[in-house]
């Protein structure tokens, strides 16, 4: 397990917090929950049928996890009545609430909504737009939050050489697909408090392109270096610089040829791009070429903590989600 887990989980188990995972049926998401629970990671909530889930999956040690059945949890009537008031001005009738809430996404947002539990994780199985709609229709944004987004937590791998923070964010990797100048500049706002809040670093924080300081024109630079005046007009203690390529933010010599003068260039940390295209391609190849943990997809921006994980995800990385999901509870 690399430090900066250890360190994670170490500091999410002092707050002695309730996640609720939203895929009982999955074996990953259970032997995640076990693994949490018993190291005391986080106090686990599995939704979904206790006998079915105990019966699909005997080898798991039950003992410190809770259920929560959606079809007859002792608050369904509860639940269904919160939902229905969240939604019915968006058409939501108390008979499709009663349906809906049924849902496991649903179910553990209403329960995080009621402060029954402190956060939830899915997409193990459901889709980042499943995650994100339960999300937002319950949850919604935190006041003030323009743009719910998402990052990735890039754990390297050792002998990694471009960065020596424990790990980066990659943002927006997951949620908003062209983000607009201003969407942009709301992903570098809440991509530097995940950088604050989960990693623990002074953010370093590269807003990319395909060009570094006007070495190429295109109206999608000119929206990277809009975004780029708009933070530091709202923002001008962030370290932060842009338009950067990928090599001029992450390599030192590169750096400081391309863009001489940077706080940033060649020192980045926090990598934001352009946009999903980019975004998703880009913590693909650091996971899969550059042998770097993924964690994520970290939602930024909500009330209360919700986060999605990639469908092909392995146990531990629902536990590292689970680690995170704890720390973003707290405000």
């Known amino acids: 397990m690399s430090d900066f887990l250890t360190h994670l989980y170490a500091r999410a188990g002092k707050l002695n917090k309730t996640v609720a995972l939203a895929e009982a049926f999955d074996g990953r998401v259970v032997k995640a929950g076990e693994i949490a629970a018993n190291n005391k990671i986080a106090n686990?909530?599995?939704?979904?049928?206790?006998?079915?889930?105990?019966?699909?999956?005997?080898?798991?040690?039950?003992?410190?996890?809770?259920?929560?059945?959606?079809?007859?949890?002792?608050?369904?009537?509860?639940?269904?009545?919160?939902?229905?008031?969240?939604?019915?001005?968006?058409?939501?009738?108390?008979?499709?609430?009663?349906?809906?809430?049924?849902?496991?996404?649903?179910?553990?947002?209403?329960?995080?909504?009621?402060?029954?539990?402190?956060?939830?994780?899915?997409?193990?199985?459901?889709?980042?737009?499943?995650?994100?709609?339960?999300?937002?229709?319950?949850?919604?944004?935190?006041?003030?939050?323009?743009?719910?987004?998402?990052?990735?937590?890039?754990?390297?791998?050792?002998?990694f050489k471009y960065c020596d923070a424990p790990a980066m964010i990659f943002s927006d990797c997951a949620v908003v697909p062209y983000p607009s100048a201003e969407q942009l500049a709301d992903i570098v706002s809440a991509s530097y408090m995940s950088a604050k809040s989960i990693v623990q670093i002074t953010p370093k924080i590269a807003m990319l392109s395909f060009s570094t300081k006007g070495s190429a024109k295109h109206e999608s630079i000119d929206k990277v270096t809009a975004a780029y005046n708009l933070v530091k007009q709202s923002h001008p203690d962030y370290l932060v610089d842009?338009?950067?390529?990928?090599?001029?933010?992450?390599?030192?010599?590169?750096?400081?040829?391309?863009?001489?003068?940077?706080?940033?260039?060649?020192?980045?940390?926090?990598?934001?791009?352009?946009?999903?295209?980019?975004?998703?391609?880009g913590y693909k190849l650091a996971q899969r070429f550059g042998g770097c943990m993924a964690i994520g997809p970290i939602m930024q921006g909500l009330d209360k903590p919700v986060n999605d994980l990639s469908r092909g995800c392995v146990a531990e990385d629902v536990v590292a989600a689970i680690g995170i999901t704890v720390l973003q509870s707290v405000k």
């Open 242 to 281: 842009g338009e950067l390529q990928l090599d001029a933010a992450i390599v030192p010599s590169v750096g400081s040829q391309k863009a001489p003068g940077s706080g940033v260039a060649g020192n980045a940390n926090v990598l934001i791009f352009p946009n999903l295209d980019a975004g998703n391609i």
């Open 44 to 159: 686990i909530v599995l939704i979904g049928d206790e006998a079915a889930t105990k019966a699909k999956f005997p080898e798991i040690d039950y003992t410190n996890i809770k259920f929560a059945n959606p079809n007859k949890h002792p608050k369904l009537a509860e639940y269904t009545k919160l939902l229905f008031e969240l939604r019915k001005s968006k058409g939501m009738t108390e008979a499709q609430a009663a349906e809906i809430i049924k849902q496991p996404l649903y179910f553990g947002a209403i329960m995080l909504k009621a402060g029954d539990v402190d956060g939830m994780v899915g997409g193990a199985v459901y889709s980042s737009g499943d995650v994100l709609r339960a999300a937002l229709q319950v949850i919604k944004g935190a006041p003030g939050i323009n743009t719910v987004s998402s990052c990735f937590v890039m754990v390297p791998p050792d002998g």
